[in-house]
């Protein structure tokens, strides 16, 4: 499986943006996929993510509310919305998907995740 992410750019806080991620591969639409980020000189964490039919959630504390993701199998596409961005929202956005579904809860940690996109920037400005 290749993921390819998109849809990230510069907004004024407040704003919104809706990033994309497009899945190859036929069974994609059978795995688990998530969202995380990384901000300059941090670690890499955890987002959002959804079980295989988009049925299950889990969210970051820091964007529930804030963030939905969704997916559209028919399109091996994953979507984050992101609604009222914060400056401390800045930051490298990857996709990932895993073959094989876990409990949500594990979906958190980047260890459970067997592909990886290339990631989008998104800045969110004051």
């Known amino acids: 499986v290749q993921l390819q992410a998109s849809g990230g750019g510069l907004v004024q806080a407040g704003g919104s943006l809706r990033l994309s991620c497009a899945a190859s591969g036929r069974t994609f639409s059978a795995y688990p996929v998530g969202w995380f980020r990384q901000a300059p000189g941090k670690e890499r964490e955890f987002v959002a993510a959804?079980?295989?039919?988009?049925?299950?959630?889990i969210y970051a504390d820091s964007v529930k509310g804030r963030f939905t993701i969704s997916r559209d199998n028919a399109k091996n596409t994953v979507y984050l919305q992101m609604n009222s961005l914060k400056p401390e929202d800045t930051a490298v956005y990857y996709c990932a998907a895993r073959q094989g579904a876990i409990a949500s809860i594990h979906l958190k940690q980047k260890v459970e995740y067997d592909y990886w996109g290339q990631g989008t920037l998104v800045t969110v400005s004051s």
């Open positions: 959804s079980n295989w039919g988009g049925t299950s959630t």
